[in-house]
Every structure is written in C-alpha cells, then in structure tokens.
C-alpha cells in the first residue's frame, strides 16, 4: 500500500504562485503515473497534470504555461509549482497515482483510472 500526502496549500492574492508537494510513501512501479487533480465546491473532480513512467507530461489547457510539475526520485516527491494564480484556480488539491498501463492514451486524465490518493491541500486564491 502507498500514501500519499499533500503540503503547500494555502491562500494567496490573485498573480501569486505557490508550490504544492505530494510526499509518497514509496516509489514503485504501482505508481509510475503520478497526476494533480482539483476539486472546487460544486463542481466535479478535474484533472491538472500528469508525469506518466519516466517522465512524459501532460498539462491541462488551464492551467498550461502557469502551472509546472515535477518529480524528484531521490525523495519520492512530487511537486506543482502553480504561477499567476487566478480566482479560477481556488479548489481543494489532490496527488495521484496508479501503474502506468492505466495512463496510457488518455486514461491520465480519467480520476477512476488513480488508484491512490492523498487527503488533499485547499488552495484558495483571492481577487
């Protein structure tokens, strides 16, 4: 079993950035696709990035140019440095992961695809 927990969440002014980690509890081939996803009040769970095996990256189109994801093995750590940050961008955040078979095509986007998640870390921007 893996877990997965979410620090760097807080509340910051409309343009700011902050950075979000995702602390797993092991690296294994049973997490080799790692994603973000957000979750604002009344609206469905939506997908942010993914880093898919050794290092293929797929952002989503909002969030495309200001967010960056990154991974660092050495400490089983994934990252989400989120930059010019926007009323829209105010949700509570989540870490996944799966294998990576089930990342494969588009499936890195679906959340039913992620079979570990961490608790998740509000982010809420003001205007």
């Known amino acids: 079993q893996v877990q997965l927990v979410e620090s760097g969440g807080g509340s910051v002014q409309a343009g700011g950035s902050l950075r979000l980690s995702c602390a797993a509890s092991k690296l294994t081939y049973s997490i080799s696709c790692m994603g973000w996803f957000r979750q604002a009040p009344g609206k469905e769970r939506e997908w942010v990035a993914s880093?898919?095996?050794?290092?293929?990256?797929r952002y989503a189109d909002s969030v495309k140019d200001r967010f960056t994801i990154s991974k660092d093995y050495a400490k089983n750590t994934l990252y989400l440095q989120m930059n010019s940050l926007n009323a829209d961008d105010t949700a509570m955040y989540y870490c996944a992961a799966t294998d990576f078979k089930w990342c494969i095509g588009d499936g890195y986007r679906n959340p039913e695809k992620y079979n570990y998640w961490g608790q998740g870390t509000q982010v809420t921007v003001s205007s």
């Open positions: 880093i898919i095996g050794g290092g293929s990256i």
